[in-house]
């Protein structure tokens, strides 16, 4: 059974930083890469990072130089360290596994910041 434990996701003010973690389990096949999107109102969802197996990072451009993502595969977690957050950051961000040609998602937390 796929299993998500997402966490860290609250209200900020602009220019503030949070942090947010995901754990995956259950998985059935390799994981090929793990990372975070979010989907704010009205607005299709959208890539925000994500972590190769072999610890390629890509980012939106619009979170480059502000957020960092990490993974531990032993774990099969990943972190998402964001700074210097905007009101435009505002979303629910989805923890995301590739895995063979499969998406598995989690249920998201929302984030919040205010300005």
């Known amino acids: 059974q796929v299993q998500f434990v997402e966490s860290g996701g609250g209200l900020v003010q602009a220019g503030g930083s949070l942090s947010l973690s995901c754990a995956a389990s259950?998985?059935?096949?390799?994981?090929?890469?793990i990372g975070w999107y979010r989907q704010a109102p009205g607005k299709q969802r959208e890539l925000v990072a994500i972590i190769t197996s072999g610890n390629i990072r890509n980012y939106a451009d619009s979170v480059k130089g502000r957020f960092i993502i990490s993974r531990d595969n032993a774990k099969n977690t990943v972190l998402l360290q964001m700074n210097s957050l905007k009101p435009e950051d505002t979303a629910v961000y989805y923890c995301?596994?590739?895995?063979?040609?499969?998406?598995?998602w989690g249920q998201g937390t929302q984030v919040t910041v205010s300005s």
């Open positions: 259950g998985i059935p096949f390799s994981i090929n890469a």
């Open positions: 995301n596994v590739k895995a063979f040609r499969f998406d598995y």
